[in-house]
C-alpha cells in the first residue's frame, strides 16, 4: 500500500474528527456566511508528485476555498428553487459515502432501503401504492425518464419497442404542455423526440395553467395522434398548477399519455392547506418529484414515480451483459434508470423522513408558505415594488415600479447590487413579457427575521438606486 494512503489509514479517526469540527464549524455560522460570494480567480494547482495526506488535503482546501464558500446552503438562498440539507440528511449523506454501496445490486442493503424510502415517501406525498419508484440525481433525469417511459408507452400502442427499433419506428410523438420546465425540453432532445415536437397549449387568462378548453380543442383535432402532456404542478416563476382533475378527465376520453413535473409542488400534498392542488394527480402515468429542493437533502437527488414499471424496464434494461442477473428474473435498480451504478441517495431521504416525519414536512411546508406570503404582502404593501403575480405557495414574482423600457437596467443594477450584498441571494426572470425578479423559500432554515433582514437591504438598495 503507498505510504500515504497507510498512514491515511491508520488516523481515519482524527480525520473524520477534523472534518467535523470543520463541518460543524462551518453549519453553525452559515447564517452569517455571505449568502453567495462574486468568484474570484484561483491561482494554478498541480498535481503533487507526493501526495500531502488527507489531513494537510483538508488544510490546504480551507485556505484555498474559504473565500470562496458561502452560506449556499443557508437561510436566505433564494435563487432558482433552493433547499437546504436538514441535520438528519446530513448525517445520511456522510453514511452514503460512508457504505459507499451500490444502490445497483439486486440485493443487499441498498436494495432495501431503497425501496423503503420510496415507500415513505409515497406515504408522505398520498401517492397510491401502485406507484413504483426510483431515485435519480435530480428533477432533470426525472422527467428524461418519464418522458423515456411515455416513449416506450406511445411505443406499445404501435407494437413498436422505441428502445429496441429507436424513434425513428413510431410515427412522430408530439409533446404537449402549457408552462414546461426547460428540463423538459433539454429531455426531448436528449431522447431523440427532438425540442421542435413541442406544442404549447396557451394559458388560462393571467396564468400559468393549461387552458382546458384550448387542450380539449388541440385534442379533438388531433385524435389518433401519439400525444405526450407534459403537466405542470408547480411551475418555478408563480407555482401555477395545471387542473390535474380536468387532465385525468381529458386523459380518459383521448388517451394520451400523462407524465406530471411535480418536482417542488409535489410538496403542496404535505400539508392540508396545499394538497388539493394536486387533486387528480394519481391518475399520471408518471411524476418527478425533487429531493435536493422542499424535502432538504444534498444534491443531487429526485423520484421518478410511475406506473408502468415494465415499459420502464423496456426502456432501462441492460441487454447482453451476462455478468448482470437477468433483469426478466432479478428486479435491479440499474435496469429503471439511466444511470447503472448507482450512489444510495435513498439514505439521506430515509434519515429526514424517520427523523422528522409527515408533521416535519407539514411544517416546513407551512412555514416557508407564511414567510413567502410576508414578503409578498411587504412588496404589496409598497410603492417601490410591485407583484407580478399573486403569491402562491414558495414564490414571489415581483419587479420594480416603473417605465418598462426602463425595467431591464434597472432590475439588473438591483439584483447585482441585493447579490452582492451578501445577504440573500434572487435570481431573475421575465413574466408575461415583464422583467422581474423571483424569490423561492424552500429552505428548512428560514425564519421570520431572514424576512426582515431581507426586506430592509431591498428598501435601502431601492432608494440608493
Ligand atoms: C428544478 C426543476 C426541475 C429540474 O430539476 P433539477 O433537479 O435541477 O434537475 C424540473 N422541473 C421543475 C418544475 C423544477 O422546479
Redesign the pocket.
Known amino acids: 500500500m503507498n505510504e500515504t494512503l497507510f498512514h491515511d489509514l491508520q488516523h481515519m479517526d482524527q480525520l473524520l474528527q477534523q472534518t467535523k469540527d470543520y463541518s460543524a464549524a462551518f453549519l453553525s455560522g452559515i447564517d452569517s456566511l455571505p449568502v453567495d460570494v462574486a468568484r474570484g480567480s484561483l491561482p494554478s494547482l498541480s498535481l503533487p508528485k507526493q501526495g500531502i495526506g488527507a489531513s494537510q488535503a483538508l488544510s490546504t482546501f480551507k485556505n484555498r476555498y474559504d473565500s470562496l464558500l458561502a452560506g449556499n446552503a443557508g437561510s436566505r438562498y433564494w435563487g432558482?428553487?433552493t433547499g437546504g440539507a436538514t441535520p438528519a440528511a446530513i448525517a445520511g449523506d456522510w453514511l452514503t459515502s460512508v457504505y459507499d454501496m451500490n444502490a445497483a445490486n439486486k440485493d443487499g442493503a441498498s436494495f432495501y432501503i431503497e425501496g423503503e424510502t420510496i415507500a415513505l415517501l409515497r406515504q408522505l406525498f398520498g401517492l397510491p401504492d401502485a406507484y413504483t419508484g426510483v431515485f435519480t440525481?435530480?428533477?432533470?433525469?426525472?422527467?428524461f425518464s418519464g418522458l423515456a417511459i411515455a416513449r416506450q408507452w406511445l411505443g406499445n400502442r404501435h407494437g413498436v419497442d422505441v428502445a429496441q427499433e429507436g424513434v425513428a419506428a413510431l410515427p412522430a410523438i408530439k409533446i404537449l404542455s402549457c408552462t414546461p420546465?426547460?428540463?423538459?425540453v433539454k429531455s426531448m432532445a436528449m431522447l431523440g423526440i427532438g425540442r421542435n415536437a413541442l406544442v404549447k397549449i396557451p394559458s388560462l387568462p393571467d396564468r400559468e395553467s393549461v387552458d382546458i378548453t384550448a387542450l380539449t380543442a388541440y385534442l379533438e383535432a388531433h385524435k389518433n395522434e401519439s400525444l405526450i402532456f407534459v403537466a405542470?404542478?408547480?411551475?418555478?416563476n408563480t407555482v401555477d398548477f395545471d387542473d390535474l382533475q380536468s387532465l385525468a378527465v381529458l386523459k380518459q376520453q383521448y388517451g394520451f399519455y400523462l407524465h406530471v413535473?411535480?418536482?417542488?409542488?409535489g410538496f403542496a400534498a404535505c400539508h392540508s392547506d396545499y394538497r388539493h392542488l394536486l387533486q387528480g394527480w394519481e391518475s399520471a402515468d408518471s411524476i418527478?418529484i425533487?429531493a435536493?429542493?422542499w424535502l432538504n437533502v444534498p444534491?443531487?437527488s429526485?423520484m421518478i414515480f410511475t406506473r408502468h414499471p415494465k415499459l420502464q424496464m423496456a426502456a432501462f434494461r441492460n441487454v447482453g451483459a451476462s455478468y448482470l442477473p437477468d433483469p426478466d428474473e432479478f428486479f435491479v435498480y440499474s435496469n429503471y434508470t439511466p444511470e447503472n451504478s448507482r450512489r444510495l441517495r435513498a439514505l439521506p431521504a430515509w434519515h429526514t423522513l424517520m427523523a422528522y416525519g409527515a408533521n416535519g414536512y407539514a411544517d416546513i411546508v407551512e412555514n416557508n408558505v407564511r414567510l413567502t406570503k410576508k414578503l409578498g404582502a411587504l412588496i404589496e404593501g409598497s410603492d417601490t415594488f410591485r407583484l407580478l403575480a399573486p403569491v402562491n405557495l414558495c414564490v414571489v414574482c415581483f419587479t420594480l415600479n416603473g417605465e418598462t423600457e426602463e425595467l431591464p437596467a434597472a432590475i439588473k443594477q438591483f439584483l447585482q447590487a441585493m447579490n452582492e450584498s451578501g445577504k440573500v441571494v434572487m435570481t431573475p426572470t421575465v413574466y408575461q413579457g415583464i422583467p422581474g425578479i423571483r424569490a423561492a423559500l424552500v429552505n428548512w432554515r428560514t425564519t421570520e427575521e431572514d424576512v426582515e433582514i431581507v426586506w430592509e437591504e431591498m428598501s435601502q438598495l431601492i432608494a440608493a438606486i
Open positions: 432558482f428553487v440525481s435530480g428533477a432533470t433525469m426525472s422527467n420546465h426547460s428540463s423538459t405542470a404542478a408547480g411551475t418555478v413535473d411535480a418536482a417542488f409542488g418527478t425533487d435536493h429542493k444534491y443531487d429526485a
